[in-house]
């Protein structure tokens, strides 16, 4: 499990510019299959989830735990990571260890 910082990124990441309606079609259907919402860490009803595509959630996080590795949609999408709220989308951060 991911260590509790209790602090907000310095950077939040942007939308990215890729949500064309494409994208935005694809988060909307895995959407259903999200389980962000249950999770301790969820900031607040009012935040989009499916953070492993969209990205991190422009509310402050407390990393509380982390409900990733059960959840539906990063089964489907073969992903790994944990904290996608946090720390962004599977994208950015594949990205970034580039």
Known sequence: ???????IPQEKQAE????????KAGIATIAA?????????????????VYCAR???PLPIEIKGC?????P???TLRLK???????????QLKKEES
Request: glycine share 8%; with cysteine; charged share 20%.
């Open 67 to 71: 409900l990733c590795p059960d959840c």
């Open 55 to 57: 990205g991190a959630s």
């Open 1 to 7: 499990m991911a260590e509790d910082t209790g602090r």
């Open 73 to 75: 949609v990063q089964k």
């Open 33 to 49: 299959f999200c389980i962000c919402s249950k999770c301790p860490t969820y900031p607040d009803q009012k935040d989009p989830k």
């Open 16 to 23: 990215p510019s890729h949500n064309g309606p494409l994208m």
């Open 81 to 91: 990571r944990m904290n996608y709220c946090y720390y962004g989308s599977n994208r």
